[in-house]
């Protein structure tokens, strides 16, 4: 049998970082990801933070990749405006947090996870080879089991020999298959978690500098409230990438399960507020009706020609619409000047409309719709994140800081995976992996950092930004509980001992009152009905199907289903029906039926079924993430 | 222990894939317009030679007989294989071989390559020719031990021997694989349902590692590019190009099929007689080949 020093399960943010770690203090590791490349698996929203805390310090994306990070990894625009709206039908009411962004933080990127992934697997294979160890893609692991008498702790998957190894980063994730091998902590349940939604819009650089009325290298984050949520406890988020938009929306579970609503219809709420159908519009090219008399083949042909002009013409304006890529492909002689790109574009189109009777419309273009499940740090973080000699992180371990705009996964989950490297180091060389010297060490380490703070209670500092920046809210919308801790934390002295107070009193019991119907829906709708800006949009936006939107993925297919319903008729099954982001539930008389083939393994279904991760390189394949 | 000193042999062809093919008004291939590319059983020996790149860190060579840009076929089975080395044999007196003188000069080449030969990988038959003879005839006149329609292998370095599955496929019976074990050096031919297998993490960790230094090499294969010339070959020039070519191709025609008859016999299953003649057929059937 082979062995190895350290497997990390897991090659999302969080496991990457952990291998880096593990690679620069010269340990041999391997880490094994069940997607069929680095990267395909990943979902995120995205705001990759690095951050300063006042007291305290965590691992940031340059402490592990190199202070040349920002310049040399592929992020897409640095976020220098954040905002959040409260909307009302056409109304919507603007605030800046831009403040509230900055705070404690030395940047934040938005990111695309399948690139930024595979970025962050390069650097740290080519560490990894050095110390003997690597990264493995395609491969799921099934078992861990343990031979004490041995010594030996043995790495079980669908695909390798089995191997051995002294110690274990559980980085899989929230649908964590780890957490359930060694039950070290039980399945998540719905009021510990998110449900998070997301489309990737197509839209030219420079259609989004102008839009925006932002530079090159800025972008923009908007996040929102009110009469988009259709009742629901959560929001919706808009990012500006390079060329493309992240839009989406993120749900506390139990609130979705006590009304159940098809994700795909919280996320169109977004789609058609006006406010957001004109920061996406673009121009679209519409396909001519073919002349049905013609011979079937001809048909055909000028359906090919049709696809194959249309492709053309937005290769060629994705160049002409990017400054950065005209100016490329000019040095790299593929073009001769801007004109000659502009000529060509307009050539095209001008073939487009000419010989196939294309027409433009003012329209927007989706590109990839996901979905994924979100721990919510104060929820559901574990208080003892390990099992023997296994360290959870990440999402696998509960972990992030999910407070009203503040939204942190990956900085979290980079965090802990440089401490479960740091404390595995310490243990390989002593080699002692017992559960005092490695675990206890590990659990010392997250309580240290910073982010668990955030985890357990209110920051009044961040408080304080977050209530100046909604100053010119009526204070007769809020409720008289909610306007009496507003007047409370809005006075520097008494917010001190306020926000002491409510941490005595245990953060759990004030999320209700935080969290609620109040703060998500009733007060920012109001706020948006007195005081909003009317915004009309000029267009209506064709918002695909949800099957069309499916059409659109890449997978993989495995014959064999990766879960296995177990109580068809009961309650929770009945509701997925619903609340499965790609309906593969379906009920017939009574009884819940799963079809596989669509799954993009958000895990919403987990709690009560049999989930695994299909096997290495099956399911979806993401594009963008 | 020695390591492996392997090469490919390789083959520039039309790209018969959609879109890449021109054919002439009278049906024959328009070669000017159609596209080239590394012939796709060659790209199957190039992933076979791979696998001792994974396995036993082998060093390989990839070397083709082709007009100068041919290249583009060895810098593809080079992203394949990881090759360390290319050469390609070009000259306008090599125009027009047949087989026979392809053989010639690749094997001229195969011998003037750094170091003894142990494996020498070939596809399985070129899909512009018809024949599948220049890897039999480059391993007869290197005196190779000859091994075709290889599925698998693996070397025992110790030993120096290979041991290889061949899939043997007989008209009207099940198919049959045999295993051959021979000392090296032998010459392959691999059979286009070849599959490299790799089940440890060490093997998984080497092959991405290999993959993405082919990658890198193949970015940048002018780099380990070399390109011979008849003299620099050192070739006998009777034996290659048109003048060392005794085949003259005439026409290539379909092989017509036979009309299928069928004499079918039924059988009862739960009837123990039957089952017996069954089994005795079976082994009638089975008797003219030897299984390991
Ligand atoms: C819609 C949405 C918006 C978000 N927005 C933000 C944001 O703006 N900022 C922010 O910081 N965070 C955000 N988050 C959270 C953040 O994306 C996650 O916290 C982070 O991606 C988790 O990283 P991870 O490495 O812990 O897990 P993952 O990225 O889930 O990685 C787990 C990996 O393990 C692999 N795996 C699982 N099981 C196995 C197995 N058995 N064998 C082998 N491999 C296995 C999976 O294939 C996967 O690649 C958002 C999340 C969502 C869904
Ligand atoms: S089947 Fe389950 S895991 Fe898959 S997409 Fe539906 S809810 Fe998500």
């Excluded at chain 2, 696998?51 to 007989?65: E, L, Q, W």
Aim: charged share 25%; aromatic share 8%.
């Amino acid at each position: 049998m082979e062995k190895y020093d350290v497997a990390i399960i897991g090659g999302g943010s969080a496991g990457l970082a952990a291998l880096k770690q593990l690679s620069t203090l010269g340990k041999q590791a391997v880490l094994l990801e069940a997607g069929k490349k680095v990267g395909v698996k990943n979902i995120s929203g995205g705001i990759l933070y690095s951050k300063k805390p006042n007291k305290g310090r965590v691992y940031n994306v340059e402490d592990i990749y190199g202070q040349n990070f920002v310049n040399e990894a592929p992020l897409q625009r640095k976020i220098t405006k954040y905002l959040l709206h409260a909307t009302s039908k056409d109304k919507v009411f603007s605030m800046d947090l831009t403040a509230a962004h900055e705070y404690q933080s030395n940047f934040g990127y938005s990111v695309l996870m399948n690139e930024l992934n595979a970025w962050f697997a390069q650097s740290a294979d080519e560490s990894a080879q050095k110390c003997g160890g690597g990264i493995v893609p395609g491969v799921h692991v099934n078992n861990i089991s343990w031979d004490d008498e041995k010594e030996r702790t043995i790495i079980q998957t669908d695909e390798l020999d089995e191997f051995q190894v002294k110690a274990v980063i559980a980085a899989d994730g929230v649908n964590s298959e780890v957490a359930q091998i060694t039950r070290a902590r039980p399945k998540f349940s719905a009021v510990q978690l998110y449900q998070g939604v997301k489309a990737i819009v197509k839209l030219p650089e420079d259609i989004i500098n102008e839009t925006f009325a932002i530079g090159a290298d800025d972008g923009e984050a908007h996040l929102f409230a009110g009469d988009i949520t259709l009742n629901h406890l959560g929001g919706g988020f808009l990012y500006t990438n390079r060329d493309t938009l992240s839009v989406g929306a993120v749900y506390h579970f139990d609130s979705l399960l006590d009304s159940p609503i098809e994700p795909n219809t919280l996320l169109d709420a977004l789609l058609k507020n006006p406010m957001i159908t004109e920061l996406i519009k673009d121009e679209v090219p519409v396909r001519g009706k073919i002349d049905k008399t013609l011979e079937k083949e001809k048909q055909m042909q000028i359906r090919f020609a049709v696809t194959k002009l249309i492709k053309t013409w937005y290769e060629i304006r994705d160049v002409y619409l990017s400054s950065s890529r005209r100016k490329e492909l000019i040095k790299t002689g593929k073009f001769n000047s801007e004109d000659e790109i502009k000529s060509k574009l307009s050539e095209t189109r001008e073939k487009m409309s000419s010989q196939y009777g294309i027409q433009f419309k003012t329209d927007y273009v989706e590109d990839e719709y996901g979905a994924k499940l979100i721990p919510d740090g104060k929820r559901c973080r574990m208080k003892k994140p390990y099992h023997k000699n296994v360290l959870f992180v990440g999402d696998a371990a509960g972990r992030g800081v999910f407070v009203g705009p503040r939204i942190e996964g990956l900085n979290v989950g980079i965090d802990d995976g440089v401490r479960a490297a740091n404390a595995i180091a310490r243990a390989l060389e002593k080699n002692n992996f017992s559960q005092g010297y490695l675990g206890e060490y590990y659990t010392k380490s997250i309580e240290e950092s910073p982010y668990t703070k955030d985890m357990k209670e209110i920051d009044k500092e961040y408080l304080k930004i977050f209530i100046d920046a909604t100053k010119d809210v009526p204070k007769d919308i809020l409720s008289a509980k909610h306007s009496l801790v507003l007047k409370l934390m809005s006075s520097g002295a008494i917010r001190s001992m306020a926000a002491k107070f409510v941490n005595v009193l245990g953060y759990e019991r004030l999320l209700p009152v935080i969290e609620s119907q109040e703060s998500y829906v009733k007060v920012p709708t109001e706020l948006a009905e007195r005081s909003g800006k009317t915004i009309s949009s000029s267009y209506t936006p064709s918002i695909p199907l949800l099957a069309d939107r499916i059409a659109k993925l890449n997978y993989n297919d495995d014959k064999v289903s990766h879960i296995k319903v177990l109580n068809p008729n009961n309650d929770f099954m009945k509701k997925l029906v619903m609340l499965c982001p790609t309906k593969c539930y379906s009920e017939e008389n009574g009884q819940v039926t799963i079809q596989h083939e669509g799954c993009i393994e958000c895990g919403t279904c987990s709690e009560q079924t049999d989930w695994k991760h299909p096997r290495g390189e099956k399911g979806i394949n993401y594009r963008y993430g | 222990m020695e390591p492996l000193n392997l090469a490919v042999i390789v083959k520039l062809e039309p790209d018969f894939s959609e879109g890449n093919v021109s054919y002439k008004p009278d049906g024959t291939l328009n070669r000017n317009e159609t596209k080239s590319t590394l012939g796709p059983h060659s790209g199957i020996a190039a992933k076979a030679a791979f696998y001792a790149k994974v396995r036993y860190g082998a060093k390989i060579s990839v070397c083709s007989m082709g007009p100068p840009w041919a290249d583009i076929a060895l810098q593809q089975a080079q992203q394949t294989c990881d090759a360390d080395v290319l050469h390609l044999y070009s000259d306008r007196i090599f125009a027009g071989a047949d087989t026979l003188a392809t053989a010639e000069t690749l094997k001229t080449g195969i011998e003037k390559m750094e170091g003894k030969m142990d494996i020498v990988f070939s596809g399985h038959r070129a899909s512009d020719g018809e024949t599948g003879q220049t890897g039999p005839q480059t391993a007869w006149k290197l005196g190779f031990t000859f091994i075709g329609n290889v599925i698998s292998y693996d070397v025992n370095l110790e030993k120096r021997t290979v041991v290889a599955k061949c899939l043997l496929t007989l008209n009207g019976v099940p198919n049959v694989i045999e295993e051959i074990e021979a000392p090296l050096p032998v010459f392959l031919t691999i059979d286009p349902s070849y599959k490299s297998n790799f089940t440890t993490v060490s093997q998984r960790i080497a092959f991405e590692k290999y993959q993405k230094e082919a990658y890198e090499r193949a970015r940048n294969f002018k780099q380990s590019l070399k390109v011979f010339n008849i003299d620099e070959l050192g070739v006998d020039k009777t034996l290659v190009g048109l003048a060392g070519s005794p085949t003259i191709v005439y026409q290539v025609e379909r092989i017509p099929k036979g009309k299928a008859t069928r004499q079918a016999e039924v059988f009862d299953g739960s009837n123990s007689e039957h089952i017996r003649k069954v089994v005795a057929k079976m082994r009638e059937a089975l008797s003219a080949m030897v299984i390991k």
